[in-house]
Nanobody
Framework: QVQLVESGGGSVQAGGSLRLSCAAS????????MGWYRQAPGKQRELVAT???????NYADSVKGRFTISGDNAESTVYLQMNSLKPEDTAVYYC??????????WGQGTQVTVSS
């Protein structure tokens, strides 16, 4: 069973930075898209950023210009550099992977807390 393992979450003051990392427990064959979603208390899980075929990126409007996604499909790794963090970025962040056959994997989540 492949697992996605996130790291890098934590607590930071507004304006600070964090870098999230996600790696698969073993290489995932035919990765199409990797990315990050987040879920704040009382809210639905929402897309933060994705990277497809290792090059095409997509960001939520709320994080454009502040967050940068990168990754390596061959290594089944994905990263999220988060700068200029705001209290509204506080959430559990989940790593996501979709294969070319549409099968999906999800990580267990890592908490990001931004204080004002």
């Amino acid at each position: 069973q492949v697992q996605l393992v996130e790291s890098g979450g934590g607590s930071v003051q507004a304006g600070g930075s964090l870098r999230l990392s996600c790696a698969a427990s073993r290489s995932i064959f035919r990765v199409m898209t990797m990315g990050w979603y987040r879920q704040a208390p009382g809210k639905q899980r929402e897309l933060v950023a994705t990277i497809t075929s290792g090059t095409s990126t997509n960001y939520a409007d709320s994080v454009k210009g502040r967050f940068t996604i990168s990754g390596d499909n061959a290594e089944s790794t994905v990263y999220l550099q988060m700068n200029s963090l705001k209290p509204e970025d506080t959430a559990v962040y989940y790593c996501y992977c979709q294969r070319t056959n549409r099968f999906e994997y999800w990580g267990q989540g890592t908490q990001v807390t931004v204080s004002s």
